[in-house]
């Protein structure tokens, strides 16, 4: 199992987050999701939006085309990312030690 699933042209994200952080940075695995480390406190959904900015700018989609669709109030989330079409470079590299 890996931190991610393709779902048609949908991209499934299992995510693990540590909220509060100096920045925000992909860390790597935290066992079978991806680590991410945001500088927003879990207060008021704002990691939550916090994390979707974050995802989008990264992989170049608008706010709008990533989904929020378990664990708002968790550390544990899964996200559904549209129109991924552009790979970070770390996304390649995690994805290739993971098919390893």
Sequence with gaps: ?????WQGNELLLKIHVQTRAKEDSVVGLHGERLKLRVNAPPIDNKAN???INFLANEFSVKQSDIKLISGQKHRDKQLIIKHAEHLPG???VLSDSVSD
């Design 49 to 51: 939006q916090h994390i």
């Design 1 to 5: 199992m890996a931190f991610y699933e």
């Design 90 to 92: 770390w996304f390649n």
